[in-house]
Structure formats: structure tokens, C-alpha cells
């Protein structure tokens, strides 16, 4: 049986460790409140884009083309942008978005696939497996701005109207709540508007400045940027409140511990004493 000591050193030693997660647990929960606040407010900015692209394209007789919207006949090769977190003792958020990443790479098919990661993380998962990186993203912070998502959406853009990727692919985290937050795949490119989007009754002969095919390509371009940057704050906002829930499931477990082992400790106490009282009685 261990000694009072012992019980008492690791009593002090759990709740160091308490003291630790909730702080961790606190810093989470203020960065999660900021992230999650600037991923609900880019989503009705994102829709309103592919609703205005989609009256442009469609208001045109005939409709307007793009190589961004024109789907290849044989897809040999495809991106995925694979966003992961820097850091882990964030519970299963790594863990979930790489196991699907890892069953996607392990389909047996004829398409090579090109993987771009956000977060170390990630890459390391890729390294482990052999798999090589096209490019990495590991230093955007808890606080990724528009600028520093455009290296990413330029690196797919660039390849994909280069003709070196057929379809890209996004792979992460997707923010539904603070409780729950679910690995997602989703088609970055070739774009697919959905025709439904567009307002065929309202359509109007406009005057365009510059020309229709310009302003597309200008829109869809941002639309790009902006759906990288919209996923990469979602991942973010899903990463704090996965550390946050992590920190405060690990707080409650330290609570526990402490409350059973002082426990233990006042029975060790008690039956220490009664020991000596039983000595002293027999000796006297």
C-alpha cells in the first residue's frame, strides 16, 4: 500500500496538472468564441458570391464558360488541400481528419493523388505513410487572415489551369457546433454552380465594364480564395472547440482522481492512527 507521502505527492502532482488543462481549457474556450465568430460571419458572404457568379453566367445567351467550371473527361490525377492542426491535446479532431485522409489515399483506383497540407500535423501523418507533400501551410496561427490563405488557393489554381490536377478536393474539419465537429471532403475544382442559384426571371440586358468574360474570371477567382480562406477559419473554430471540450474532459478526470486519492489518503490516515492507538494500548 503506498505511503501518506506518496498519496499526498500525487495529490499535488494532479492538481498541478488540473491547474494546467484549465488554464489550456480557458484560452481554448477565447480563442474558439473569436474563431467561431469569423467563420458564421464569412458563410452568408461565401453564398452571396456563388449566387452573384451564378446570375452572371446565366444571364448570358449563350452562358458563359470558364476553365474553372469545365470538368475533365478522365481525372488522373487530384489535389487535396488536407487541413490538420499544429498542435494536438485537442482530442479527436487530428486523429478523425487523418484517418480520412489516410482512406482516401488507400482506395484502389487509377487517380494519382497530389496532397497540399494545412498544419504540421498533417504533414507528418503524410511523411509517415511515404507519401510525398506538394506543398505545406504550418505557420498560419490561431489567427489566419485573407493574405495568408492566398498562397494555398494560388498553388491549386495555378496547377489546376496548368493542367498538372484534374479536380481538388478539400479535406477537414467542418464547424457544426461546439460539441461537434466532423471531418468533411468537399469538390473545390472544376467549381460546380449549381443553375438553381441564378435568377432566370429577373435577367436584364446588362452593360459590362470590363467585359462579362473578365468580370468572371475576376469573380471566380476570389470565389476560390474566399471558399480556402471560408474552410481554413472553419477548421480553425473546430480545432479550439475540440481543445476546449479535450481541456475540460481532462480538468473533470483530474477532479475525480484528486477527490478518490484523498480518499485514500484519510484511510491510510485513519487506519494509521488506529494502528498507533492500538500500539500504545498493547504496550501499555
Request: aromatic content about 6%; hydrophobic content about 40%; proline content about 4%.
Amino acid at each position: 500500500m503506498a505511503s501518506l507521502r506518496d498519496i499526498k505527492n500525487r495529490i499535488k502532482s494532479v492538481q498541478s496538472t488540473q491547474k494546467i488543462t484549465k488554464a489550456m481549457e480557458m484560452i481554448a474556450a477565447s480563442k474558439m468564441k473569436k474563431a467561431q465568430a469569423q467563420a458564421l460571419k464569412g458563410r452568408p458572404y461565401l453564398k452571396k458570391l456563388m449566387e452573384i457568379i451564378a446570375d452572371l453566367i446565366y444571364v448570358s445567351e449563350p452562358p458563359l464558360s470558364h476553365p474553372l467550371l469545365q470538368p475533365k473527361e478522365k481525372v488522373k490525377k487530384a489535389g487535396y488541400i488536407f487541413m490538420t492542426a499544429n498542435r494536438g491535446l485537442c482530442g479527436g479532431f487530428n486523429t478523425n481528419v487523418i484517418k480520412t485522409m489516410l482512406e482516401i489515399l488507400r482506395e484502389k483506383n487509377d487517380t494519382e493523388e497530389i496532397v497540399i497540407t494545412v498544419g504540421k500535423k498533417g504533414r507528418q501523418a503524410m511523411e509517415r505513410i511515404g507519401k510525398k507533400v506538394l506543398a505545406d501551410f504550418e505557420k498560419l496561427g490561431d489567427k489566419p487572415s485573407y493574405i495568408d490563405t492566398l498562397g494555398i488557393s494560388k498553388v491549386v489554381l495555378d496547377d489546376f489551369l496548368a493542367g498538372k490536377l484534374d479536380e481538388v478536393y478539400m479535406v477537414y474539419n467542418h464547424f457544426y457546433s461546439t460539441m461537434t465537429q466532423k471531418p468533411t471532403v468537399v469538390k473545390l475544382l472544376p467549381l460546380d454552380l449549381n443553375k438553381d442559384l441564378a435568377k432566370p426571371k429577373m435577367k436584364r440586358d446588362y452593360i459590362f465594364e470590363p467585359n462579362k468574360e473578365k468580370l468572371l474570371n475576376e469573380l471566380l477567382t476570389r470565389y476560390i480564395e474566399t471558399i480556402v480562406y471560408q474552410t481554413v477559419l472553419e477548421s480553425a473554430a473546430s480545432e479550439h472547440s475540440a481543445r476546449m471540450m479535450a481541456m475540460r474532459q481532462a480538468s473533470d478526470n483530474a477532479n475525480e482522481i484528486v477527490s478518490t486519492l484523498t480518499l485514500h489518503f484519510n484511510k491510510a490516515r485513519q487506519a494509521k492512527i488506529t494502528t498507533g492507538i492500538l500500539e500504545i494500548v498493547a504496550g501499555s
